[in-house]
Structures are given as structure tokens and as C-alpha cells.
């Protein structure tokens, strides 16, 4: 049996893109659900989204498209989460 693969587009919300603050959420985030993670913007080049200096390395915009990816059990759920999170601009 393979091992479940997901993925998931968002919006990146925050006004200063995923950078500080919300870079910093994002990736505490992605490193809790225990799976790997990777996020990429538009269609470059995916990164793991456990490492700050890999997320913020991206240049990712406010209103950038971002591309979700993990693999392993509860997949599906923990990118709902963080998809969540990126279209959410928790510094409004």
C-alpha cells in the first residue's frame, strides 16, 4: 500500500507575504503535523516547509499562489490547516 499523498493551493493573505511573523507560524505549523511537508510558489521549485530559512527563502507575496504538499497519514487534513493559516492574515 502507498503512502497518501495530498495537495493543496492557497492564497497567501498576510500583507507582508510569508515573511516574519507569518513565516514563523507557518513553518511551527508545518513541523507539528510530524509529516513532510513542501510549499511552493506559483510553479517553482518546492521547498520543505519545516525550514524558516526555505519559506522565506520563496519570496512568497501577499496574493501569491502557493502550492501545498505532504505525505503520510492525515495528509489531507494537517494541509487544510495550513492552508488555512497562510490565507489568514493574522497581523490585521
Not at 521549485?45 to 512568497?60: C, K, N, P, Q, W
Request: hydrophobic content about 50%; glycine content about 10%; cysteine-free.
Amino acid at each position: 500500500m502507498s503512502t497518501p499523498t495530498a495537495t493543496r493551493t492557497a492564497v497567501v493573505a498576510s500583507r507582508v507575504g510569508l515573511h516574519a511573523r507569518p513565516a514563523s507560524l507557518f513553518v511551527q505549523a508545518a513541523a507539528a503535523t510530524g509529516l513532510p511537508v513542501t510549499i511552493a510558489v506559483g510553479d517553482g521549485d518546492a521547498v520543505d516547509a519545516r525550514s524558516i530559512l526555505m519559506v522565506m527563502g520563496l519570496g512568497a507575496k501577499h496574493g501569491d499562489q502557493v502550492t501545498l504538499s505532504a505525505e503520510g497519514e492525515g495528509a489531507e487534513a494537517a494541509l487544510e490547516s495550513l492552508a488555512t493559516l497562510v490565507e489568514t492574515d493574522h497581523d490585521a
